[in-house]
């Protein structure tokens, strides 16, 4: 069953990879290599994907090429694990549209963005108006998606507190990484509203002050990891839990703020997924970088040490 069809309310518990959008050397998407790469992560213990997010270079594609790509990872993911569908645009027409496309082509439900080009026109009035304009004719639920680090707008604490009250609304992933904000959101929404964390680099964090998970690019490569720091955490064990989160902070950061989505697909690539190339106007790593990237994974113990190649040369 569809879990956004069902009367059961949608749960958001768990961990959920932002998954990387594959090319192929022209260009084009890979969609053979997105079917391997799925093959592989639903051998995982994640609850579900988000497809066509930021990590999914999703302001590079056509809007054909967003939801076809939605049309053929619902036919490799399993239907027991959901299918968040990135459907911001900046116009609320816009997204009203691709949120209704994105539902028809199998997504389970939706992830939308704040609108960033007016930025400085972005009130809460606004995008509270804005949110709730999708969320009345959207017929799957709602994740309200807060990255200021990309967008410069930040969702405020008001403007959840009161969208959280639409019956479609079911959760937010805040990429601030302001652990009192998100308790906060915890505390003055009901019960049924689910803060994800946006970043695995605050997912303990935000585990302690009430969120119920991750949205996180560390996901696409360390998810049994995440997972086990979730379950560690849950069991009351938390030193276990602790130790995870300090292991993974610098390879997150490495996929995140400090290499971004090239980095995360170089690290997939060398963990023997398929990160494949990015679409311009982003570069690759350069050959150091994918050098640093190598170091970090090593690091974290998410690949093992090269080995090294004795000197033969005689002196």
């Known amino acids: 069953m569809n879990p956004a069809t069902s009367d059961k309310p949608l749960s958001l518990d768990g961990v959920y990879p932002p998954i990387p959008t594959p090319f192929k050397p022209n260009g084009e998407i890979d969609f053979d290599h997105l079917r391997a790469n799925l093959d592989r992560w639903n051998e995982q213990p994640l609850s579900g994907y988000v497809v066509g997010g930021s990590n999914g270079e999703f302001v590079l594609l056509t809007l054909q090429e967003r939801v076809e790509v939605i049309r053929k990872a619902r036919a490799t993911i399993p239907p027991d694990r959901l299918l968040i569908a990135g459907s911001g645009m900046e116009s609320t027409r816009a997204t ?91 505390h003055e929404t009901p019960d049924c509203f689910q803060v994800l964390a946006g970043s695995a680099g605050f997912l303990l964090g935000a585990l302690v002050v009430g969120a119920v998970g991750a949205i996180a690019a560390l996901a696409n490569i360390a998810g049994p990891e995440l997972v086990e720091m979730l379950t560690q955490f849950r069991a009351g064990n938390l030193a276990h839990a602790q130790a995870i989160q300090q292991r993974l902070i610098e390879a997150n950061t490495a996929v995140t703020t400090r290499f971004g989505v090239p980095g995360l697909k170089a690290a997939m690539d060398m963990m023997g997924y398929y990160g494949g190339p990015v679409r311009s106007p982003l570069l690759p790593l350069s050959d150091e970088e994918r050098g640093m990237m190598r170091r970090v994974l090593e690091k974290a113990g998410l690949i093992s040490s090269l080995p090294q190649v004795p000197n033969l040369r005689e002196d």
């Open 96 to 186: 009203v549209d691709l949120t209704l496309q994105m539902a028809e082509a199998g997504a389970d439900a939706v992830i939308v963005v704040t609108p960033s080009y007016y930025k400085r026109l972005m009130s809460t009035a606004a995008l509270e108006n804005h949110y709730r304009q999708v969320a009345d004719v959207s017929p799957v639920p709602i994740i309200l998606y807060s990255v200021p680090a990309n967008t410069g707008v930040d969702l405020q604490l008001e403007t959840v507190v009161r969208l959280a009250d639409h019956p479609k609304v079911v959760g937010i992933k805040d990429s601030g990484g302001n652990l009192a904000k998100i308790g906060a959101m915890v």
